[in-house]
T-cell receptor, first 111, second 115 residues
Framework: KQEVTQIPAALSVPEGENLVLNCSFT??????LQWFRQDPGKGLTSLLL???SQREQTSGRLNASLDKSSGRSTLYIAASQPGDSATYLC??????????WGAGTKLIIKP | EADIYQTPRYLVIGTGKKITLECSQT?????MYWYQQDPGMELHLIHY???????EKGDLSSESTVSRIRTEHFPLTLESARPSHTSQYLC??????????????FGPGTRLLVL
């Protein structure tokens, strides 16, 4: 059974720092890995999707990597800003379109 | 910008009441999902639908039921609410882009408190 783990559970860094969030999964038979952002009182927003055949995806200051063989993904955020404060969730997709989720990393960027 | 709506946003209700959480999307997506999320925890899939008149239970056992009579509408019903149902309920939808490329679009969620 697929399990997704995110470390750390919470992270607080000063504005301007580069940071890395980690996601690991137990079954490498995935179709894609996705990173979402969740803001309080709002739903989830898709940030990046890495297909199983890809190694990384980039969007602006965000870069996500995928290593299927080791069951790991990282989300790199460059030059962090207070507006990046949110909970970041990792999810992996199987062939049935269903997502298995991690518990998230709560990120606080201090001005 | 995805257009998926949930009502109510917040609901406080007494034990034993029947409630329906509404979810609608205007994107014409064939797939829709209901998740339950407790604070600081992962999302758990409780129901999903791959089209009209198609509904399935997810991995998390739930006493709720769903229906999919119209493409855009996917309501969730609790016949008799209990305090254990207190949680956040998130609705999502996705389009047919294939398993490798398909992402989900989420509504703002309904926070339910059962007293």
């Amino acid at each position: 059974k697929q399990e997704v783990t995110q470390i750390p559970a919470a992270l607080s860094v000063p504005e301007g720092e580069n940071l890395v969030l980690n996601c690991s999964f137990t079954d490498s038979a995935i179709y894609n890995l996705q990173w979402f952002r969740q803001d309080p009182g709002k739903g989830l927003t898709s940030l990046l999707l890495i297909q199983s055949s890809q190694r990384e995806q980039t969007s602006g200051r965000l870069n996500a990597s995928l290593d299927k063989s080791s069951g790991r993904s990282t989300l790199y955020i460059a030059a962090s800003q207070p507006g990046d404060s949110a909970t970041y969730l990792c999810a992996v997709a199987g062939s049935n379109y269903q997502l298995i989720w991690g518990a998230g990393t709560k990120l606080i960027i201090k001005p | 910008e995805a257009d998926i709506y949930q009502t109510p946003r917040y609901l406080v209700i007494g034990t034993g009441k029947k409630i329906t959480l509404e979810c609608s999307q205007t994107m014409g997506h064939d797939k829709m999902y209901w998740y339950q999320q407790d604070p600081g925890m992962e999302l758990h899939l409780i129901h999903y639908s791959y089209g009209v008149n198609s509904t399935e239970k997810g991995d998390l056992s739930s006493e709720s039921t769903v229906s999919r009579i119209r493409t855009e509408h996917f309501p969730l019903t609790l016949e008799s609410a209990r305090p254990s149902h207190t949680s956040q309920y998130l609705c999502a939808s996705s389009a047919g882009q294939g398993a490798t490329r398909e992402t989900q679009y989420f509504g703002p969620g309904t926070r339910l408190l059962v007293l």
